[in-house]
């Protein structure tokens, strides 16, 4: 099932990192200490300083207000922190279909897999889903999202190899209309944002998207692995400053033991976590719940 799903891919983070937040939850009295203890804590699977100094002063505050002077009263306060902070940021995006995601990020962040994950949903759900393959870089990308295509059974656009992808987006937008799809999915090839001649295809395969797109809502979306750690944030950042981002997946938080990435993210750059990928398996994908995802780290 999705939520075992998740609560075993966040196994590694809870274990490696946040049981250590039992030695601070013990019983006696909160200390100086306790919240330097839940900082470095913090700190350590990736929350990055910022962040855990800032969740950390509003635990400090509520147990301040709550006259809470044991410890072991701090777990419950910092899910209740951590949950109020989450929620407030991922300001979802309402998604009406028909729809248009533009998928973006670095080489191997997970695009591909997570774009089939996605299509699998809403197949799923009865929509009608195509796909562009208009990462044209690698034969071999082509390739595998085709195979993804199969799989699912989706009706998928291509091109050979080396073909202009903003034209790929374009006959995949044609044919999108004429079926009366609810669903366009585009793949684009792994980019740094510091390429400019990278970025400037994707605002090409963006402009053809925003021209063509009639009834279709436009949405961006970044997936960034959560094994790169901090370097996911510097990837947000990078894309958020050359294209406009509307979404984030999150993939392979099964791989991390530093799933705390996830609260930087939200607490950033306040984009919606629209998905968090799981495993390499098509069911592997899970929404975002802020409640769900604070509980699986912190509960025994
Ligand atoms: N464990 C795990 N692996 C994933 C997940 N998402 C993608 N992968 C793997 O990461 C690798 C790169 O994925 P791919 O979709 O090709 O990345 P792309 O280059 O961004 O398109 C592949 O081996 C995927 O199977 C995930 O959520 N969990
Ligand atoms: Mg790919």
Redesign the pocket.
């Known amino acids: 099932m999705a939520d075992n799903n998740y609560k075993n891919a966040l196994r590694a983070t809870k274990l490696s990192i946040f049981d250590k937040l039992k030695n601070v939850f013990t019983g006696s009295d909160i200390t100086d200490e306790s919240y330097e203890e839940i900082l470095e804590t913090l700190i350590l699977c990736d929350v990055g300083v910022e962040c855990a100094q800032k969740i950390t002063d509003e635990l400090q505050k509520k147990a301040q207000e709550k006259k809470i002077t044991k410890s072991d009263m701090l777990t419950g306060l910092l899910k209740e922190t951590l949950v109020e902070l989450l929620d407030k940021d991922n300001t979802k995006n309402e998604i009406k279909l028909p729809v248009i995601f533009l998928s973006v990020?670095?080489?191997?962040?997970?695009?591909?897999?997570?774009?089939a994950k996605i299509a699998n949903k809403y197949k799923k759900e009865g929509k009608n889903v195509m796909l562009a393959a208009a990462?044209t870089f690698r034969a071999a990308?082509v390739e595998?999202l085709d195979i993804w295509a199969k799989r699912i059974d989706v009706p998928i656009v291509k091109s050979s190899t080396g073909s202009d992808p903003a034209a790929v987006a374009y006959d995949a937008l044609t044919s999108a209309t004429a079926r009366k799809s609810d669903l366009l999915i585009v793949?684009t090839a792994?980019r740094l944002s510091n390429k400019v001649n990278l970025m400037a295809e994707l605002a090409k395969i963006y402009g053809v998207l925003e021209k063509g797109k009639n009834d279709f809502n436009l949405y961006t979306f970044i997936?960034v692995?959560a094994t790169s750690g901090l370097n996911a944030l510097s990837q947000v950042e990078a894309f958020a400053n050359s294209c406009k981002l509307d979404g984030i997946v999150i993939?392979?938080?099964?791989?991390s033991s530093k799933g705390g990435i996830i609260i930087p993210i939200l607490m950033k750059y306040k984009l919606p976590i629209w998905f968090v990928?799981?495993?390499?398996k098509l069911d592997?994908l899970n929404e975002f719940n802020a409640e769900e995802y604070v509980e699986a780290m912190l509960d025994d």
């Open positions: 990020g670095v080489n191997g962040s997970g695009k591909t897999t997570s774009i990462d990308a595998q793949d792994g997936t692995d993939s392979k938080i099964d791989g990928g799981t495993g390499e592997d």
